[in-house]
């Protein structure tokens, strides 16, 4: 897989519902952040996770690092329906330029 | 709250032609980014800069793309000769000295025809 690839490609549930997503990535990191998308609009950040760090809750998200396996989670607790968006991992490598996933659509039933 | 502004938010030119893309960072920020989406894909590193040069550009970045912090405030992305391929959308991001946060702007929708 490519450098931030996230699972699944879409996700549909009922407002609510938690909802996670998976990011995997291939090189080491020196971090790993969260963005979210609303169709055709800009990048918001969400969140940002340190290399030595393994979890960071910010109000109803929460994100895991574990750089063993090179993987990264989101999780929207208690979901809205104006959660709809699309979310993205991106990594930072060092070189500051940041790598981005393809991304998982999420919809939120209402 | 401060945020990254771009202008113009969409622009339609012809193939060939000269765009130049505009970016206002957050004011007390020194890395300006730019980075491209093409539909439905994902989104690509171009350059980046800093103490008014580039820092690091991707294989993207070839000879017709060009950018320029003309002022104190203005960060912009100039493309020579448009191509159809640069049909995308255009976001430009900032970063503070001591922070890695990288903070987007809402993007230029560019369609080249």
């Known amino acids: 897989s490519q450098q931030g690839e996230e699972d699944p490609q879409a996700l549909s549930i009922q407002e609510g519902e938690n909802a996670t997503m998976n990011c995997s990535y291939k090189?080491?990191?020196?971090?790993l952040q969260w963005y979210r998308q609303n169709s055709g609009r800009g990048l918001v950040h969400l969140i940002l996770?340190?290399?030595?760090?393994r979890e960071k809750h910010s109000g109803r998200l929460r994100v895991t690092l574990d750089t063993s396996k090179k993987s990264s989670s989101l999780l929207i607790t208690a979901s809205r329906a104006a959660d709809t968006a699309s979310y993205f991992c991106?990594?930072?490598?060092?070189?500051?330029?940041?790598?981005f996933g393809s991304g998982t659509r999420l919809q939120v039933q209402p | 709250e401060p945020e990254v502004t771009q202008t113009p938010s969409h622009q339609v030119t012809q193939m060939g032609q000269e765009v130049i893309l505009r970016c206002v960072p957050i004011?007390?920020?020194?890395?300006f980014y730019w980075y491209r989406q093409i539909l439905g894909q994902k989104v690509e590193f171009l350059v980046s800069?800093?103490?008014?040069?580039?820092?690091?550009k991707s294989e993207i970045f070839d000879d017709q793309f060009s950018v320029e912090r003309p002022d104190g405030s203005n960060f912009t992305l100039k493309i020579r000769s448009t191509k159809l391929e640069d049909s995308a959308m255009y976001f430009c991001?900032?970063?503070?000295?001591?922070?890695?946060?990288?903070?987007f702007g809402p993007g230029t929708r560019l369609l080249v025809l």
């Open positions: 991001a900032s970063r503070d000295p001591e922070g890695e946060t990288q903070y």
């Open positions: 090189t080491s990191i020196n971090n």
């Open positions: 996770i340190r290399s030595n760090e």
């Open positions: 991106a990594t930072d490598t060092g070189r500051r330029a940041l790598t």
């Open positions: 004011s007390n920020h020194l890395y």
């Open positions: 800069f800093y103490n008014n040069e580039i820092s690091e």
